[in-house]
């Protein structure tokens, strides 16, 4: 199993069977995730959707699973579109507020600039402060709120 990129303390790779335990217990609790898309499905529809090849063209979440003992701690999502990527984020409430989102988007940023001139978009609903928050601190700016709630974040190719 390939990593796609590492962060200090995490993998970032494909899923696996073993994962979706871990990552059914936080993606069902929608409190949790009332911010999220992607939520409330079953072991079966998160299978069809996380244990095939990923597509960055079509869009693919990825684990984040430490690198000490392997754990799932969360995913990221990534589509290449024209000139950006689209990126999305969920940790564990497990390990929440412990560094871990800021440390593996500024990882992400990485390596996204590492695949070329691309600019980088996130989505983020108006009531997630917290996810607003992070991405003001990776340098990233609102460019735009839609009729949705949702606004779109920039980051202006680090």
């Not at 936080?26 to 959707?49: C, H, I, P, T, V």
């Not at 589509?79 to 800021?102: C, H, M, N, V």
């Amino acid at each position: 199993m390939t990593s796609i990129f590492q962060s200090e303390r995490c993998i970032i790779r494909s899923f696996i069977l073993d994962d979706l335990h871990e990552f059914l217990d936080y993606r069902n609790d929608l409190e949790w995730m009332k911010y999220q898309g992607f939520k409330g499905l079953s072991k079966k529809e998160y299978e069809k959707a996380l244990l095939i090849k990923p597509s960055l063209d079509a869009g693919a979440q990825f684990a984040i699973t430490t690198k000490t003992d392997k754990r799932l701690i969360g995913d990221v999502y990534l589509k290449k579109e024209d000139d950006a990527f689209w990126i999305g984020y969920t940790i564990s409430p497990l390990f929440k507020r412990q560094g871990y989102a800021y440390e593996v988007i500024c990882s992400m940023i990485i390596w996204i600039n590492q695949q070329g001139d691309f600019n980088i978009k996130a989505a983020v609903k108006t009531e997630n402060t917290p996810s607003i928050k992070l991405l003001e601190k990776l340098g990233f700016s609102q460019i735009k709120t839609e009729d949705d709630g949702s606004i779109f974040l920039l980051d202006k190719k680090k």
